[in-house]
Structures are given as structure tokens and as C-alpha cells.
């Protein structure tokens, strides 16, 4: 199964802050990688696929970047409601595998 | 609006079976690939299971395979999750997901609890 791996495990950044999550593919997935955030207790939320399509209604101050192994998750402008543990998913291959998590902090 | 509502988590005792289901409402659920996806406590999410539109093309998580079965029904719009020999490391919050470019719509969940 292809692991993914992400960095950092956890950072805290204050508002109007520009953030950057990596994710790394253990072998390439092309551009099959999609970012997830999600809040305590709520469903994850789809906010980028194929790397670095943003899905509707998500706001312009998410971007993502990458191919093939190593991927980015870029929010420009860190807004409050912002904190919440962001997950990257590599849909090119079966088992389908999420990576551990980033969790973000709002000072 | 588009939907996705999962239901039949509970608690059960390792070794026995639990049905859940995932009905759709509000886009045409046979053109979508469907997808179940859990969640261990304090744990990031898991992809257990694909099913594509017409169930040609079904796939399980290596630790899920034998034990869990997906199915879906086009014409009731819905989807399920057969499991059986359940383990207490299959507790966790169990998703269904719309499969859309990725991941794009899912459930607010139902909790499955293997405990004696």
C-alpha cells in the first residue's frame, strides 16, 4: 500500500498567517491527491482535489500544489475558524490511504 | 440539497455482524461511485471500502477483506456495509462518502462499537 506522510504532526500560526502542510507519497500518484479538513466531531471536508483544484463553495485562501510524490497545502491568510486537523488522501491507487494529520492552531 | 445520512452503528460483541446503511437524497445517486470510510477514536480516517456505480468494481481494505461486504441499490438509493466477525479494531465512526473527483460529499456518520 502507498504510505503517506505528513509535515508538521502539528503548528500554530496566528491570524493573517500564510501556513504550508506537505504531504509525501511513498511512490507517485500523479496528480491523484485530494486535502481534507476537518473539525472535532464533524465529518471531514473536502477542500482540494487533484491536487490543486479547489472544490466549490471552499474559500480562495486555500491553495494546493504538487505531483506525482510530494504535495502542498497552502492557506494564505489564516482565519479563526481555520483550527481544525487537515488530512491529505491519495485516490490513485487501492487501498485508497489518508495521511496522519496536521493539526492547525489559531493563536 | 444533497445528502448522505448513514444509520445502524451500535454496539456489538467481537465476533458478532452489524448492517449499515447510507441513503442518499438530493443528487442521482447511480451515476456516483460510493466509498465507506472510518474512523478509530483519536485516530485519523481510514478508507475501508469502493463500490462503483453499477457494482462492477468493488474494493476492500486488506484488514476488512472476508469479513465486511459492500453493496448498494441504485433504484432505493442507498448503500450498505455487511460486517461480520467484527473485531474491537473495527471500532470507529464509520462514513459513507460520494465518490466525485475524490471524496466529496459524505455522512455525518454512525458510531460502531465492538466491546464485550
Known amino acids: 500500500a502507498i504510505q503517506m506522510t505528513q509535515s508538521p504532526s502539528s503548528l500554530s500560526a496566528s491570524v493573517g498567517d500564510r501556513v504550508t502542510v506537505t504531504c509525501r507519497a511513498s511512490q507517485g500518484i500523479r496528480n491523484n491527491l485530494g486535502w481534507f479538513q476537518q473539525l472535532p466531531g464533524k465529518a471531514p471536508k473536502l477542500l482540494i482535489y487533484a491536487a490543486s483544484s479547489l472544490q466549490d463553495g471552499v474559500p480562495s485562501r486555500f491553495s494546493g500544489s504538487g505531483y506525482d510524490t510530494d504535495f502542498t497545502l497552502t492557506i494564505t491568510s489564516l482565519q479563526p475558524e481555520d483550527s481544525a486537523t487537515y488530512y491529505c488522501l491519495q485516490n490513485d491507487y487501492y487501498p485508497f490511504t489518508f495521511g496522519p494529520g496536521t493539526k492547525v492552531d489559531v493563536k | 440539497e ?111 462499537t465492538v466491546s464485550s
Do not use: H
Request: hydrophobic share 35%.
Open chain 2, 2 to 112: 444533497e445528502l448522505l445520512v448513514e444509520s445502524g452503528g451500535g454496539l456489538v460483541k467481537p465476533g458478532g455482524s452489524l448492517r449499515l446503511s447510507c441513503a442518499a437524497s438530493g443528487f442521482s445517486f447511480s451515476v456516483y461511485g460510493m466509498n465507506w470510510v472510518r474512523q478509530a477514536p483519536g485516530k485519523g480516517p481510514q478508507w475501508v471500502s469502493s463500490i462503483s456505480e453499477g457494482s462492477d468494481y468493488i474494493y476492500y481494505e486488506d484488514s476488512v477483506k472476508g469479513r465486511f461486504t459492500i453493496s448498494r441499490d441504485n433504484v432505493e438509493n442507498s448503500l450498505s456495509l455487511q460486517m461480520k466477525s467484527l473485531r474491537p479494531e473495527d471500532t470507529g465512526v464509520y462514513y459513507c462518502a460520494r465518490a466525485l473527483n475524490i471524496m466529496d460529499l459524505w455522512g455525518q456518520g454512525t458510531t460502531v
